[in-house]
Nanobody
Framework: QVQLTESGGGSVQAGESLRLSCKASGSKYLKSLICAMAWFRQVAEKDREGVAFWDDVSGPRYVDSVQGRFTISRDNAENTVALQMDNLKPEDTAVYYC????????????WGQGTQVTVDS
């Protein structure tokens, strides 16, 4: 079992910043079980959108809408992944989910419970 726990969401004004954190736990084999981590976001009744991705081979990758504003980082030693969100815009408002991809899967299949980010104009 792998559990992902997000923190750091909140309400901010446009142009401000937030930093989301996610910690993976539940297995002593996390370093071998997880090959990539990412942040997704979802607005009610819409599909989840991949926002920022990290894997140990290719490093960070971002969706165009957050390129240059968001930065994903991972601390393998502490089994955490963070998302620094700068210059937030109202359209960034969503529930943000931490995700992990097991090495045995091609898809992200481990999910946190989500943390709300609200950006007011």
């Amino acid at each position: 079992q792998v559990q992902l726990t997000e923190s750091g969401g909140g309400s901010v004004q446009a142009g401000e910043s937030l930093r989301l954190s996610c910690k993976a736990s539940g297995s002593k084999y996390l370093k071998s079980l997880i090959c990539a981590m990412a942040w997704f976001r979802q607005v009610a009744e819409k599909d989840r959108e991949g926002v920022a991705f990290w894997d140990d081979v290719s490093g960070p990758r971002y969706v165009d809408s957050v390129q240059g504003r968001f930065t994903i980082s991972r601390d393998n030693a502490e089994n955490t992944v963070a998302l620094q969100m700068d210059n937030l815009k109202p359209e960034d408002t969503a529930v943000y989910y931490c995700a992990a991809r097991r090495c045995s899967s091609r898809d992200y299949n481990e999910w946190g419970q989500g943390t709300q980010v609200t950006v007011d104009s």
